[in-house]
């Protein structure tokens, strides 16, 4: 990890194990709806349901929504939605063989709120500061790497904002601005 940076919601294990997970997975033959040289996107959405479960034990993690009628043919891509506690979290897949297996990652951080204001609090700490931290209302922030969210901060040197950046999809966070 690198200096400065803090992880959004799982821990490195759970990233290793989120990763190894999603490398590969194997479809199926043949589309359960549509034709059979389709994939099969309901084996799709359930499996990438399973491993965003699987990545985040402690988040709800709803529906996921695949395009339908997309054929089954090395190289293809698609782009499915999933909800994670309640937003919309989209999740890539280029298919690796004619046969309906997925190679599948995910294109957004999942940033948990607490941690972030943890993150800031550790900073802030770290000058001599003791103030109270407020990054919003949602349990998490689903945000692409180099996006940007703001932590409101109060203490006995009056009120200000930090502005964290996300790093990467694993929901490393930077401070890049405070006022």
Do not use: N
């Amino acid at each position: 990890m690198r200096s400065g940076t803090r992880p959004g919601w799982s821990t490195p294990a759970t990233r290793r194990h989120l990763a190894a997970a999603v490398l590969s997975v194997l479809l199926g033959a043949c589309g359960s709806t549509g034709s059979s040289a389709d994939l099969d996107r309901a084996k799709a959405e359930r499996e990438i349901g399973r491993l965003l479960a699987k990545a985040y034990p402690d988040l709800a993690v709803g529906r996921v929504a695949c395009p339908e009628h997309r054929a089954r043919r090395k190289g293809g891509r698609l782009t499915c939605v999933a909800r994670v506690e309640s937003l919309p979290v989209h999740v890539r897949a280029v298919q690796t063989d004619d046969h309906g297996t997925l190679q599948v990652e995910s294109r957004e951080a999942v940033v948990s709120r607490s941690k972030a204001v943890a993150f800031v609090r550790q900073q802030l700490a770290a000058r001599g500061v003791l103030s109270t931290v407020d990054c919003g209302r949602d349990r998490v922030l689903v945000r692409s790497p180099g996006e940007t969210f703001d932590c409101s901060v109060r203490g006995e040197a009056g009120e200000g904002t930090v502005t964290l950046r996300v790093e990467d999809v694993d929901g490393d966070v930077a401070v890049v601005a405070s006022r």
